[in-house]
């Protein structure tokens, strides 16, 4: 079938960095951690911890040395694991580390801090411990959680899309604050992926947005696909694609996640300019 792949995808500089820090790390030898699985992709995990790279969940089970993958932690991790003294290789993106900052000032500076962002995501999860009693809201119905008045700072998860960051903090501002401070902390890597996402399933009969289950950037990929009216499928290779998925389909797009190699993106097209759907 005739496939068309999205002008902007894959790895971005934040997960590259991510992986050359892992890479490098281990030519030198000696135990290696990662805090969390390096980056939402289950190929990547298991190619660097069949070089040694082991993953651990809690900062007191690790020994030698820790590297901090792409979403950051919080200062209280960061702290545990400085009083174990391990070695410290601190990957987290740049853009996650200017979210942190800017929510230890907005702090200092008297505002109430909010995030909008998925509370259980680990980026989200470290970004909130940059000052107290952070409020973190990702959908109307959590807004109940804001004080009633006083001065709102508001940032967003590097991954959200702009919509979703402008209709929440139009429904925050609606709420009637006299002052509302809004930092954009969107990453401009996922915008363009999302930007491009969706204009190739304009012109496309269905797609495929490659990238791990927990990604939450692959998801929101297919969330916006989905939204522009073409069945979409989030699939993590071409081991989970099933012929119905393409029947009675003439072009089919494909995007990936920011954490999906390009020898996953390159397998799958591959196979799919193969198939034919109407021989199924
Ligand atoms: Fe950083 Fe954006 Fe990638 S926040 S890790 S460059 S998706």
Request: glycine letters at 10%.
């Given at each position: 079938?005739?496939?068309?792949?999205?002008?902007?995808?894959?790895?971005?500089?934040?997960?590259?960095?991510?992986?050359?820090?892992?890479?490098?790390?281990?030519?030198?030898?000696?135990?290696?951690?990662?805090?969390?699985?390096?980056?939402?992709?289950?190929?990547?995990?298991?190619?660097?911890?069949?070089?040694?790279?082991?993953?651990a969940h809690d900062p007191e089970s690790v020994?030698?040395?820790?590297?901090?993958?792409?979403?950051?932690?919080?200062?209280?991790?960061?702290?545990?694991?400085?009083?174990?003294?391990?070695?410290?290789?601190?990957?987290?993106?740049?853009?996650?580390?200017?979210?942190?900052?800017?929510?230890?000032?907005?702090?200092?500076?008297?505002?109430?801090?909010?995030?909008?962002?998925?509370?259980?995501?680990?980026?989200?999860?470290?970004?909130?411990?940059?000052?107290?009693?952070?409020?973190?809201?990702?959908?109307?119905?959590?807004?109940?959680?804001?004080?009633?008045?006083?001065?709102?700072?508001?940032?967003?998860?590097?991954?959200?899309?702009?919509?979703?960051?402008?209709?929440?903090?139009?429904?925050?501002?609606?709420?009637?604050?006299?002052?509302?401070?809004?930092?954009?902390?969107?990453?401009?890597?996922?915008?363009?992926?999302?930007?491009?996402?969706?204009?190739?399933?304009?012109?496309?009969?269905?797609?495929?947005?490659?990238?791990?289950?927990?990604?939450?950037?692959?998801?929101?990929?297919?969330?916006?696909?989905?939204?522009?009216?073409?069945?979409?499928?989030?699939?993590?290779?071409?081991?989970?694609?099933?012929?119905?998925?393409?029947?009675?389909?003439?072009?089919?797009?494909?995007?990936?996640?920011?954490?999906?190699?390009?020898?996953?993106?390159?397998?799958?097209?591959?196979?799919?300019?193969?198939?034919?759907?109407?021989?199924?």
């Open positions: 079938m005739e496939v068309r792949l999205a002008r902007k995808m894959g790895f971005c500089f934040g997960v590259e960095r991510a992986i050359q820090a892992a890479e490098e790390t281990l030519a030198r030898g000696g135990e290696i951690f990662s805090l969390g699985e390096i980056i939402h992709n289950r190929q990547v995990v298991e190619r660097l911890a069949a070089k040694g790279l082991n993953v020994e030698g040395t820790v590297l901090i993958r792409s979403h950051g932690e919080g200062p209280d991790t960061l702290d545990q694991l400085t009083r174990r003294g391990v070695e410290i290789v601190d990957a987290t993106c740049v853009l996650v580390k200017r979210a942190q900052g800017i929510v230890a000032r907005l702090h200092e500076e008297g505002y109430r801090v909010v995030v909008i962002g998925q509370a259980s995501h680990p980026e989200v999860r470290g970004v909130c411990g940059y000052a107290p009693d952070v409020i973190c809201v990702d959908a109307p119905e959590d807004l109940d959680q804001l004080p009633l008045g006083g001065k709102l700072g508001i940032i967003c998860q590097t991954t959200h899309s702009v919509k979703h960051f402008g209709d929440m903090v139009g429904l925050i501002v609606a709420r009637g604050y006299a002052e509302v401070k809004v930092v954009n902390t969107l990453c401009n890597e996922v915008k363009d992926r999302q930007t491009a996402a969706v204009e190739l399933a304009r012109e496309v009969d269905v797609m495929f947005v490659l990238g791990g289950k927990q990604s939450a950037n692959t998801r929101e990929l297919a969330r916006l696909c989905g939204e522009a009216g073409v069945p979409t499928h989030h699939l993590e290779d071409w081991g989970q694609f099933r012929p119905e998925m393409a029947h009675g389909k003439a072009v089919a797009g494909i995007t990936a996640g920011a954490s999906t190699p390009q020898w996953v993106v390159a397998e799958f097209a591959d196979n799919l300019r193969r198939f034919q759907p109407d021989q199924q």
